[in-house]
């Protein structure tokens, strides 16, 4: 799940095994890993053209 107010991706992962395998990202700087499809997303790109104005720096999900 990709956020619309902060710098936020949200990725669950199926495991053989059934179960979920949950990580998340909070930052430019992070990236998610997408094993189905063999690459690495960076949240810089995700967000690239993306004006999030006003409370960054306060907004929950930014651990701040």
Same mark, same amino acid.
């Given at each position: 799940? !990709?956020?619309?107010?902060? =710098? =936020?991706? +949200? =990725?669950? @992962?199926?495991?053989? *095994? +059934?179960?979920?395998?949950? $990580? +998340?990202? *909070? $930052? &430019?700087? +992070?990236?998610? *890993? &997408?094993? $189905? @499809? %063999?690459?690495? &997303?960076?949240?810089?790109? !995700?967000?690239?053209?993306?004006?999030?104005?006003?409370?960054? #720096? #306060?907004?929950?999900? *930014? %651990?701040?």
């Amino acid at each position: 799940m !990709v956020a619309q107010d902060a =710098h =936020h991706i +949200e =990725h669950f @992962v199926r495991q053989p *095994n +059934e179960q979920w395998l949950f $990580s +998340e990202a *909070n $930052s &430019l700087a +992070e990236t998610i *890993n &997408l094993p $189905s @499809v %063999g690459c690495d &997303l960076p949240l810089a790109d !995700v967000y690239a053209k993306i004006d999030i104005a006003g409370g960054l #720096d #306060d907004h929950p999900l *930014n %651990g701040r």
